[in-house]
């Protein structure tokens, strides 16, 4: 992360959340707390420990009202928040270090110090959790000392708030009336900062290095899509960034065009769900059909597996919801590592994700799939929708020709498989001699290219679906799907990244699947380039060394793209 300086202006670069632009002047947090003294406490040890328990009990009190005043990952950080004030293995640590002569203050400041180092060495998700860390060390020393937690500022005018790192327990509670934008120095894409801000859509870049120069009454534009801090705008620039607010305020109400680019290119956009009850917002949002159906979830809390019966009625209702011919592409039973069904793999293996999964598992209970595929057809005939059924976890051709003839066999009009394993890529051109369509998950593709557990945050780091590696395999898939002239869709997190979604269809994507929430931006952005363009975009990814450069080198092309009105663009890039 950077800071650029040209002639208008100086630019901070960090991690966008999200896809908004903010317009608006800073407010800063207020300081951290000073380092509590190291001088010897002059009370016994005994009133110290009575201290510290206090004032942590009251922050976890705290922590826990905050939670229960708000939901969803909002009330989870905070609960954890209040776990960790008062885990007893850093209460421990803080006794002996009173016990050793250190006020309350100095014993909580290098007790929780300490715990947080070991976070920040083990990295990824766990890294990312020192700040929380930090924050409950702070409110426990304000406490001690009397004082007010640290906080957000309070103002009558709306503000872009600029912090080191903002607490969960803050950002949970942030007044979405009055916070434009939020800029934080430190802090990655998955720190609690990040997963807050994009569930309540906060405009936000982490990890701006020079942040901290801005000051109160600085004025800037805050750009999620570019990941960018413009500080003291030009009068073009701030007009520019107002437009596209506007812009932007439109598509998500509107909302309900299908997916095209451009050059008028259609471009289905469709919704990923994991049970008929999403269908209603996933219209809402203009899904123009499902992408991925994803039946393992409707079935993760049984023992036994579900009846023919059972299954019908929820297939039937998810068609009906979809129905007038709307495309709706259901996957069979995925039981894997992340998704364990008791009823098709309980043994244990020591590498699940390279384990008996998928396809695998279902293959070794044939009668299990066999039933699925009887309520699928059952509910077909029930109903109008456009239903597809696919496979997932395929890596041989083998697996490819068993699955459609199966498919086929009971009367299921378009079987095809997913292509989440290289393997699969690799041979896409004869997987899709033999299948109707092929479905790429970018999310377990990724973690076979990378050979990194999506689940493990350690490794976290390699799970990017923009690694030339992975969009190397997306374009043999695609190529494939042109010259056969059969359907390539996306289905994984991928295609809920609008820039990356253009990249996808250059590399030959014909639909989009994404949870519904990410359709709108997804659309929108779309839009804004033709098939050429998304082709030479697609170039440009490939060419990356790896999946920053890749994201950064595909920025600053499109950049350039959206610099001149479409329609004169439709012969450039071929
Ligand atoms: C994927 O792997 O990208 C995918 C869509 O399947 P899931 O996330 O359910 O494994
Ligand atoms: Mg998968």
């Keep these: 992360m950077s800071i650029q300086t040209n002639d208008e202006n100086t630019v901070l670069r960090g991690a966008g959340i999200g896809q908004g632009v903010a317009v608006g002047t800073v407010l800063r947090m207020s300081a951290p707390l000073p380092e509590p003294s190291d001088q010897p406490s002059s009370r016994t040890p005994h009133e110290e420990k009575a201290r510290v328990r206090e004032a942590v009990a009251a922050v976890a009190a705290d922590l826990r009202e905050r939670a229960s005043t708000v939901e969803g990952t909002a009330a989870d950080v905070l609960e954890a928040q209040s776990m960790m004030a008062e885990d007893s293995t850093l209460a421990d640590d803080v006794a002996s270090r009173i016990d050793s002569g250190r006020t309350a203050e100095r014993a909580v400041f290098e007790g929780f110090a300490v715990f947080r180092d070991m976070l920040k060495d083990l990295g990824g998700y766990m890294g990312e959790r020192a700040g929380d860390l930090d924050d409950v060390s702070q409110r426990v020393v304000a406490a001690l000392q009397g004082q007010p937690a640290p906080g957000v500022p309070q103002s009558d005018q709306p503000f872009v708030l600029v912090a080191h790192d903002l607490a969960p327990a803050d950002t949970a509670l942030l007044d979405l009336t009055k916070v434009l934008g939020l800029v934080t120095t430190e802090g990655g894409p998955t720190s609690h900062t990040a997963i807050l801000a994009r569930e309540k859509s906060i405009v936000a870049i982490v990890g701006a290095a020079g942040a901290e120069r801005l000051s109160d009454g600085d004025e800037v534009i805050v750009d999620a899509a570019a990941g960018t801090v413009t500080i003291s705008p030009t009068e073009d620039q701030r ?119 998928g396809l695998r598992s279902l293959r070794a209970n044939e009668d299990i799939l066999r039933e699925q595929l009887t309520a699928l057809a059952e509910a077909d005939a029930r109903t109008d929708a456009d239903l597809w059924v696919m496979a997932p976890m395929v890596s041989t051709i083998e697996e490819t020709r068993y699955f459609t003839e199966l498919g086929r066999e009971y009367g299921l009009k378009t079987v095809g498989v997913m292509v989440e394993v290289p393997s699969a890529a690799l041979l896409a051109d004869r997987i899709l001699q033999v299948a109707d369509f ?47 002239g059969k359907p390539v869709g996306i289905c994984g997190e991928a295609a809920a990244d609008p820039l990356l979604a253009v990249v996808l269809v250059g590399l030959g994507a014909t639909t989009l699947s994404m949870s519904p929430a990410a359709l709108a931006d997804v659309r929108l952005s779309l839009k804004r380039y033709t098939l050429g363009e998304a082709r030479s975009l697609a170039e440009t990814a490939l060419a990356a060394d790896g999946a920053a450069e890749a994201r950064e080198a595909v920025r600053a092309a499109a950049d350039r793209f959206t610099t001149s009105p479409a329609p004169d663009r439709n012969e450039t890039a071929q």
């Design 239 to 357: 007009s520019a960034a107002l437009r596209r607010i506007e812009e932007r305020a439109a598509a998500l109400s509107g909302g309900v065009e299908p997916g095209a680019l451009a050059d008028g290119t259609a471009i289905p956009l469709l919704a990923n769900l994991g049970s008929a009850e999403g269908a209603e917002a996933a219209l809402a949002a203009g899904a123009e059909g499902v992408g991925l159906f994803r039946t393992e979830f409707l079935f993760l809390d049984q023992r036994m597996a579900p009846t023919v019966e059972q299954q019908r009625e929820q297939y039937v209702k998810l068609l009906s919801a979809f129905g007038g011919g709307r495309k709706v592409v259901v996957r069979v039973l995925d039981a894997g590592a992340d998704k364990p069904l008791e009823f098709l793999n309980d043994a244990h293996e020591d590498n699940p994700a390279l384990g008996l999964r």
């Design 438 to 484: 092929a479905s790429i998950g970018t999310n377990d593709l990724t973690q076979y290219t990378l050979a990194a557990d999506r689940l493990l945050g350690s490794v976290a780091g390699f799970q990017d679906p923009w690694h030339p590696a992975v969009l190397r395999l997306i374009g043999e898939v695609g190529a494939a799907g042109a010259a056969s």
